[in-house]
């Protein structure tokens, strides 16, 4: 098993299982159950590996089940979400070609721009206007460095700023994964369970990856 499948086997399914952070956690689960047009654009910002991706995969996946329970008021109106990366940015012409027609679609979609704190400033104007008139469209936008926003991007979009998480957190997942990979829980591994948990800053992908060679020997 490399460290990328241990981080993902454990990477949450729902809000439930997302820590730290609680108050942002309930007030995104709160906004899957808006209506259809009443779901805000997101911002999620913070430090690396602390929940942002999860949490955009958990409130897709809520929004759906929510669409789903109360399926009278969205017909015809799921399994619709698009993602976007770093990479797929080359500018203003991917906003205005990839982006902009999905403002103009009947259907409820929700595009979540991973790493959108690479958009340049060029394209974050294009954004403004976009995220304005957004149609039936929610856009989720992700980045570790909120100051590379525009401040007419972020007043567009509800803001979102992830902390780490706090020590005692981490340390309870690392000892959780620990003995669900079926490793005897002694002092010696508790010790090291927490020293990670110290050294990793709340940065949970971080204590997970540091973790990996104490599983696998
Ligand atoms: N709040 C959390 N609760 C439980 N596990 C977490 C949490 N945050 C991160 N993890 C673990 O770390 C992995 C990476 O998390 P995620 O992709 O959500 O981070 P991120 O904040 O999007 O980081 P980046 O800014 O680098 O993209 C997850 O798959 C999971 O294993
Ligand atoms: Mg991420």
Request: aromatic letters at 10%; a positive charge.
């Amino acid at each position: 098993m490399t460290e990328h499948q241990l981080t993902e086997k454990y990477r949450p399914k729902t809000f439930d299982q997302i820590l730290g952070n609680r108050d942002i956690i309930d007030h995104l689960q709160n906004l899957t159950r808006r209506g259809k047009g009443a779901v805000p654009n997101l911002l999620l910002t913070g430090p690396v590996g602390c929940g942002k991706t999860t949490t955009a995969q958990c409130f897709i996946k809520g929004r759906e089940l929510w669409k789903q329970q109360n399926s009278e008021n969205f017909p015809y109106d799921f399994g619709t979400f698009e993602e976007y990366n770093a990479s797929d940015y080359r500018g203003i012409d991917f906003i205005r070609e990839k982006i902009k027609p999905i403002t103009k679609l009947k259907k409820e979609t929700i595009v979540y721009l991973n790493e959108a704190d690479r958009l340049t400033p060029e394209a974050q104007d294009v954004m403004k206007s976009i995220l304005e008139f957004k149609g039936n469209a929610v856009f989720i936008l992700d980045g570790n460095d909120e100051t590379r926003f525009t401040d007419a991007v972020k007043s567009r979009c509800v803001h979102f700023r992830f902390k780490p998480l706090l020590v005692p957190e981490v340390y309870n997942q690392l000892l959780y994964i620990i003995k669900t990979e079926g490793i005897q829980v002694n002092t010696q591994i508790e010790k090291v369970a927490k020293e990670l948990a110290i050294q990793s800053n709340g940065y949970m992908r971080t204590a997970i990856n540091s973790l990996e060679p104490y599983i696998r020997g």
